[in-house]
C-alpha cells in the first residue's frame, strides 16, 4: 500500500479504536489502536491507547504510550497533558508539574486549557489558593464560558479560610 492509503487504513482503525473505547470496551480498542499504529504510527494514536490503558488503571503502560507520542510529533500538546495526569492519579504531584508545563507550551493542541486546569488542581489540592486562581484564570482566558472551569472556581472559592475569589466567570460571583 502506498502511504496515503496506509494513513487512511490506520485512520478507519482508529475511529473505530475510540469508539470501542467509548463504549468501555477496552481490550478490542486497544486491538485496533495497535492496528493502526502498525499501519501508520501517529501521535494520536499512541496517546489513545495510552487513554485507554489509563481506563484500566495501567498508568505506567499509559505513560509509556506518552513517550511514543511525543517521539511521533513533539508538538502534539495531549501527550504532555497526559503524562501529567496520570502522575497526578499515582499520587505524584511534583512530577507531574514540568509536563503540565510542558503541554502549556506545546504548539499543536485542541485543549490548551487543561494543562493549566490540571496544574490549578494540584495547586488548590495544596491550598495554594492563589497559584491556583492564577492557573484557572490562565485556562478561563484561553477557553471563556467553559463549565469544568466555573466548578473550578466554584469549589476554590467555597473552600477554606472563608475566602472569596472574585475572577469574573458568570455564575461564580465574580463581575
Not at 87 to 110: F, N, S, T, V
Not at 132 to 160: C, I, M, T, Y
Request: a negative charge; aromatic letters at 12%; proline letters at 5%.
Amino acid at each position: 500500500m502506498a502511504g496515503e492509503e496506509l494513513r487512511e487504513h490506520a485512520l478507519k482503525y482508529f475511529q473505530q479504536a475510540y469508539e470501542l473505547q467509548m463504549k468501555g470496551e477496552l481490550d478490542e480498542a486497544i486491538l485496533y489502536y495497535t492496528k493502526s499504529i502498525d499501519l501508520f504510527p501517529t501521535a494520536e494514536a499512541y496517546t489513545f491507547r495510552g487513554w485507554t490503558y489509563s481506563f484500566q488503571g495501567r498508568h505506567d503502560d499509559a505513560i509509556e504510550e506518552c513517550h511514543k507520542a511525543i517521539m511521533v510529533d513533539p508538538d502534539f500538546g495531549n501527550p504532555y497533558n497526559d503524562i501529567g495526569c496520570y502522575l497526578m492519579a499515582k499520587g505524584q504531584d511534583e512530577a507531574a508539574i514540568p509536563w503540565l508545563e510542558r503541554a502549556k507550551h506545546a504548539r499543536r493542541y485542541a485543549n490548551p486549557e487543561f494543562p493549566y486546569l490540571n496544574v490549578g488542581r494540584i495547586w488548590e489540592r495544596r491550598g495554594e489558593w492563589a497559584k491556583a486562581l492564577a492557573e484557572f484564570k490562565q485556562a478561563h482566558a484561553l477557553r471563556p464560558g467553559d463549565p469544568d472551569l466555573a466548578r473550578a472556581v466554584q469549589n476554590l472559592q467555597s473552600r477554606g479560610n472563608g475566602t472569596r475569589f472574585n475572577v469574573g466567570l458568570p455564575g461564580t460571583g465574580g463581575t
